[in-house]
């Protein structure tokens, strides 16, 4: 059980682009310089439910993937 949303291995880069979206495609989390600890999200205020996400690395790699919340 995961209380928010951590990617393994971040703490080797700066400046990571995390996007995640609802099943309609809407935007519901954005940061630019996102960090496992200090900017975690944690979903409090969405819906249980799938999302999508989207995690852009300095190199310009991007990573896409999904995420559950079920509480």
Known sequence: MNQSFYIAGLENYDNVMVRI?????????TNDNYQNITDAWYGDESADGTYWYTL????????????SIFR
């Open 21 to 29: 979206y609802d099943r309609w495609g809407n935007l519901v989390y």
């Open 56 to 67: 852009l690395l300095p190199n310009g790699f991007e990573h896409q993937g999904t995420v």
